[in-house]
Nanobody, 118 residues
Framework: QVQLVESGGGLVQPGGSLRLSCVAS???????MGWYRQAPGKQREVVAV???????NYADSVKGRFTISRDIAKNTVYLQLNSLKPEDTAVYYC?????????????WGQGTQVTVSS
């Protein structure tokens, strides 16, 4: 079983910034990693993905404001959130997804709360 632990959430004013971290219990080399978020009463949605090859993709709502990155040596994926808006308020979840050693993997962290409010 893979464990993912998110941290870095908090309360910020509109226009502020946060950096979220996701530490995996194993290597994130050659695997897809992503950040998702879920607001109360809404479905979980994808925010950003970094593929096994290092390519990145973003939801239209966060393009130009959020940046996903990884430090393979530290088994860690980051999400830099800039120019935050109230509509960014949600629980943010880290996801590991792909195939390793012939086995399909799909794991989630416990989530970290991001609240944007004045």
């Amino acid at each position: 079983q893979v464990q993912l632990v998110e941290s870095g959430g908090g309360l910020v004013q509109p226009g502020g910034s946060l950096r979220l971290s996701c530490v995996a219990s194993g290597s994130i080399f050659s695997i897809n990693m992503g950040w998702y978020r879920q607001a109360p009463g809404k479905q979980r949605e994808v925010v950003a993905v970094i593929t096994s090859g290092g390519s990145t993709n973003y939801a239209d709502s966060v393009k130009g404001r959020f940046t996903i990155s990884r430090d393979i040596a530290k088994n860690t994926v980051y999400l830099q959130l800039n120019s935050l808006k109230p509509e960014d308020t949600a629980v943010y979840y880290c996801n590991l997804n792909g195939v390793r050693w012939g086995k399909s993997l799909d794991y989630w962290g416990q989530g970290t709360q991001v609240t944007v409010s004045s």
